[in-house]
Every structure is written in structure tokens, then in C-alpha cells.
């Protein structure tokens, strides 16, 4: 497509349920990355994606995070058992091997209840 | 490690003032990348400029302009007649060319108000 594309937009979710958030990315773009951005905050780096290469998965905040990407294109963050501190916006970005150009997409907005 | 201030949380103007968000930044490294992004309500993030650590021209486009300063470590960004539709949040960011991860990490952001 021509842009990065998450689903859902929003999601409402119980305390303790797991989660998937989906990320679609621009054709062609090799890398994928997902932030977190909690109300006020700045964005945190969670995970990111390189090809064919071992994630890099520093920035996971606990291990109830995962992602995954499958065929090198979509990428599905999934949070397990989710607690309150997990609401936040989750935002995908995905940018060409060798540029530094990120393109993000309008992100998730997540609210554990 | 790497670190990026924008020490301005807030900021309110009138429409067709000029304002100055402000962006500072620490890297170890030499080679290094900066970012500016406008996130407006609607919440994506939207690419305004990068700049690399080898080139210290200011940047003019329309109504945007960007001042890289290496010897103060900053990269300061301004919006000239400042307009209604300008009113969003602004987050500097850095990326440095080492590291396993090419990932950004962004300033807390400056929320821009820009009334009519």
C-alpha cells in the first residue's frame, strides 16, 4: 500500500487478555519497527525488524511482549496477559534498507480496562 | 548512549507568529542523524526533515526552517506565520549510525498551540 497501515485503531481490552496488534508495511520496506507512545509521553523503542536478520527485541518491556514478522512483511506485536500500564499508542514504522527515512503508521491506540 | 530535550512541554502563540522549538541532543558517536516529526491530532507521525551530522546548512522550506548547530548540539527548528493548522506535536529525534538496532529515540515531544 501506499503507506503503513495498523489494525485495529483502536482496542479496548480486559485486564489479564492477550492482544494482537497488527502492522502492514510500505511494499518493498525491508525494516519494521514498533514504539510505544503512552499518554504524554515520548515514543519508546519496543522492536525492530531487519530482513532476514535476528530482531532486535531490546526494547520489549517485559517478556508478556512478543512480535513477530512473517514473510518479511506483516509484523504482529502481541501482548499477553495485559495490564493497565500496558495502554498506550502502538506505532509501526517501516523504512528501505540502507536509508534512514521511517515511515509510521497511525498507530493503535491500546486501553486495558 | 544517546539522548534527546525538548525542553519546551508546551507552547502557545497566535496565528502568524513566528516560534522556535527547540531540540537538544548527546551521541558519543560522530556520524549521527536527526529527525523532525509533526504528530497532529489524527495521531500519525509525520516526517519533516532529516539532517545528517556532516552537514550543517540550515534548511528553508516554505514556511519551516531548521538550524543545526553541532558546536551547541542542537538542532532548532522554526515556523514562520505560524497558522491554526500548525498546531500539533513536534518530537526531535536522534539516530546514530552504530549500535545492532537503527532505531530512533525521540524527545518527550512540545506540544504546539497555535490560536486564531
Same mark, same amino acid.
Given at each position: 500500500?501506499?503507506?503503513? %497501515?495498523? %489494525?485495529?485503531?483502536?482496542?479496548?481490552?480486559?485486564?489479564?487478555?492477550?492482544?494482537?496488534?497488527?502492522?502492514?508495511?510500505?511494499?518493498?520496506?525491508?525494516?519494521?519497527?514498533?514504539?510505544?507512545?503512552?499518554?504524554?509521553?515520548?515514543?519508546?523503542?519496543?522492536?525492530?525488524?531487519?530482513?532476514?536478520?535476528?530482531?532486535?527485541?531490546?526494547?520489549?518491556?517485559?517478556?508478556?511482549?512478543?512480535?513477530?514478522?512473517?514473510?518479511?512483511?506483516?509484523?504482529?506485536?502481541?501482548?499477553?496477559?495485559?495490564?493497565?500500564?500496558?495502554?498506550?499508542?502502538?506505532?509501526?514504522?517501516?523504512?528501505?534498507?540502507?536509508?534512514?527515512?521511517?515511515?509510521?503508521? %497511525?498507530?493503535?491506540?491500546?486501553?486495558?480496562? | 548512549?544517546?539522548?534527546?530535550?525538548?525542553?519546551?512541554?508546551?507552547?502557545?502563540?497566535?496565528?502568524?507568529?513566528?516560534?522556535? /522549538?527547540?531540540?537538544?541532543?548527546?551521541?558519543?558517536?560522530?556520524?549521527?542523524? #536527526?529527525?523532525?516529526?509533526?504528530?497532529?491530532? =489524527?495521531?500519525? /507521525?509525520?516526517? #519533516?526533515?532529516?539532517?545528517?551530522?556532516?552537514?550543517?546548512?540550515?534548511?528553508?522550506?516554505?514556511?519551516?526552517?531548521?538550524?543545526?548547530?553541532?558546536?551547541?548540539?542542537?538542532?532548532?527548528?522554526?515556523?514562520?506565520? =505560524?497558522?491554526?493548522?500548525?498546531?500539533?506535536?513536534?518530537?526531535?529525534? /536522534?539516530?546514530?549510525?552504530?549500535? =545492532?538496532?537503527?532505531? #530512533?529515540?525521540?524527545?518527550?515531544?512540545?506540544? #504546539?498551540?497555535? /490560536?486564531?
Amino acid at each position: 500500500g501506499a503507506g503503513v %497501515s495498523q %489494525s485495529p485503531s483502536n482496542k479496548v481490552t480486559e485486564k489479564g487478555k492477550d492482544v494482537e496488534l497488527r502492522c502492514d508495511p510500505i511494499s518493498g520496506h525491508t525494516a519494521l519497527y514498533w514504539y510505544r507512545q503512552s499518554l504524554g509521553q515520548g515514543l519508546e523503542f519496543l522492536i525492530y525488524f531487519q530482513g532476514n536478520s535476528a530482531p532486535d527485541k531490546s526494547g520489549l518491556p517485559s517478556d508478556r511482549f512478543s512480535a513477530e514478522r512473517t514473510g518479511g512483511s506483516v509484523s504482529t506485536l502481541t501482548i499477553q496477559r495485559t495490564q493497565q500500564e500496558d495502554s498506550a499508542v502502538y506505532l509501526c514504522a517501516s523504512s528501505e534498507t540502507g536509508t534512514y527515512g521511517y515511515t509510521f503508521g %497511525s498507530g493503535t491506540r491500546l486501553t486495558v480496562v | 548512549a544517546q539522548k534527546v530535550t525538548q525542553a519546551q512541554t508546551e507552547i502557545s502563540v497566535v496565528e502568524k507568529e513566528d516560534v522556535t /522549538l527547540d531540540c537538544v541532543y548527546e551521541t558519543r558517536d560522530t556520524t549521527y542523524y #536527526l529527525f523532525w516529526y509533526k504528530q497532529p491530532p =489524527s495521531g500519525e /507521525l509525520v516526517f #519533516l526533515i532529516r539532517r545528517n551530522s556532516f552537514d550543517e546548512q540550515n534548511e528553508i522550506s516554505g514556511r519551516y526552517s531548521w538550524n543545526f548547530q553541532k558546536s551547541t548540539s542542537s538542532f532548532n527548528f522554526t515556523i514562520t506565520a =505560524s497558522q491554526v493548522v500548525d498546531s500539533a506535536v513536534y518530537f526531535c529525534a /536522534l539516530r546514530t549510525s552504530s549500535g =545492532s538496532a537503527r532505531q #530512533l529515540t525521540f524527545g518527550s515531544g512540545t506540544q #504546539l498551540t497555535v /490560536l486564531p
